[in-house]
């Protein structure tokens, strides 16, 4: 068996019902039971695995065998943060991911892929940390430091409490 929509995920391909963006939803449709999370994740590149994964984590997709989604995180690059829905540096990659592809990837194409680019490469706390700092003084300029500050408590609950201290 491969990755598969949840209930929660045939809700949001019905029409009218829109709260994901056009990239998760398109992962969705590929989701049909037969191909696995990696073949999925391949059809979107680098992002792949994180939109993966965090279509999993939010209960769209689900995966018999879903003990091997977390290999999915092994960095092309060597760096490994398994991810286990708990605080981790992997729920933290993720949810940059997103917030880049959110602010950043239609208003600054070149800005969002700069991100992205820093973020493939950050494989330590400290350089992922200085990533997620350069991204919230860009967040705070272009849609205002109440943004900021908000995503800034998000990343404080997905950080590692002795990171986030």
Do not use: N, W
């Amino acid at each position: 068996m491969g990755l598969q929509k949840t209930d929660k995920a045939r809700a949001e391909l019905q029409p009218g019902c829109r709260s994901l963006g056009l990239r998760q939803r398109s992962l969705l449709l590929l989701a049909d039971g037969h191909k696995s999370a990696r073949e999925v994740a391949a059809y979107f590149g680098h992002e792949g695995e994180l939109l993966v994964l965090q279509l999993v984590r939010d209960g769209y997709l689900s995966e018999a065998g879903a003990a091997s989604l977390p290999s999915l995180l092994i960095a092309r690059q060597g760096a490994v943060d398994a991810f286990d829905g708990r605080r981790s540096l992997a729920s933290t990659r993720m949810f940059l991911f997103d917030i880049c592809e959110r602010m950043f990837a239609r208003r600054a194409p070149a800005l969002a892929e700069s991100f992205r680019e820093s973020l493939r490469h950050a494989r330590d706390r400290a350089s992922m940390l200085a990533v997620s700092q350069e991204m919230l003084e860009e967040i705070a300029s272009s849609a205002g430091a109440e943004r900021a500050d908000t995503i800034r408590e998000r990343l404080a609950l997905l950080l590692p409490e002795e990171v986030a201290a």
